[in-house]
T-cell receptor
Framework: DGGITQSPKYLFRKEGQNVTLSCEQN?????MYWYRQDPGQGLRLIYY???????QKGDIAEGYSVSREKKESFPLTVTSAQKNPTAFYLC???????????????FGQGTRLTVV | GEDVEQSLFLSVREGDSSVINCTYTDSSSTYLYWYKQEPGAGLQLLTYIFSNMDMKQDQRLTVLLNKKDKHLSLRIADTQTGDSAIYFC??????????FGAGTQVVVTP
């Protein structure tokens, strides 16, 4: 079955450590996105990638890094520079159709990161 | 780019209709979307409407679009406890990048 998988579901990090969140999709989508969700707030875009080997900063990229070496994979690293990393992180894979005008997002189940 | 606003909270009694409202600023969205998020999970596409339509009905869901006022709404008929969730409206900007509203928390009470 095609889908998008995030791992792990829960992650604990000590202050000062980098951690990497995994996002894999087998939907053959070109575009993938990372969002951060805080309680009572909507989704904030961290990074996005429209195609392999290319990615752009979103609205809150500071303290995060990504890579897109393969179409299927878009890992997110939360670095020690991120001041308040505790949040729920969502990865999405984007399907474009109708000549590229139409956009449907498929979300993973999320990773809850807690700094201890 | 797209700027999308929603009311944050809605309480509704089981069996009543729910109406969730959304306004957007960028009119370049070809499609406008509603997503549902259950606790601790990712978002799932619920329904969408093409920008040249003003209404779309899909079983208990009705989407209304007022393009002139840039106002989108989602009506859920006969609301059930399983409809308790956060609902996000979203639109794609001219680059195809999705912009989400802050989400409306819907709580269904018996």
């Amino acid at each position: 079955d095609g889908g998008i998988t995030q791992s792990p579901k829960y992650l604990f990090r000590k202050e000062g450590q980098n951690v990497t969140l995994s996002c894999e999709q087998n939907l053959n989508h070109d575009a993938m996105y990372w969002y951060r969700q805080d309680p009572g707030q909507g989704l904030r875009l961290i990074y996005y990638s429209q195609i392999v080997n290319d990615f752009q900063k979103g609205d809150i990229a500071e303290g995060y890094s990504v890579s897109r070496e393969k179409k299927e994979s878009f890992p997110l690293t939360v670095t020690s520079a991120q001041k308040n990393p505790t949040a729920f992180y969502l990865c999405a894979s984007i399907r474009r159709y109708g000549g590229g005008e139409n956009t449907e997002a498929f979300f993973g189940q999320g990773t809850r990161l807690t700094v201890v | 780019g797209e700027d999308v606003e929603q009311s944050l909270f809605l309480s509704v009694r089981e069996g009543d209709s729910s109406v969730i409202n959304c306004t957007y600023t960028d009119s370049s969205s070809t499609y406008l979307y509603w997503y549902k998020q259950e606790p601790g999970a990712g978002l799932q596409l619920l329904t969408y409407i093409f920008s040249n339509m003003d209404m779309k009905q899909d079983q208990r869901l009705t989407v209304l679009l007022n393009k002139k006022d840039k106002h989108l709404s989602l009506r859920i008929a006969d609301t059930q406890t399983g409809d308790s969730a956060i609902y996000f409206c979203a639109g794609a900007d001219s680059w195809g990048k999705l912009q989400f509203g802050a989400g409306t928390q819907v709580v269904v009470t018996p």
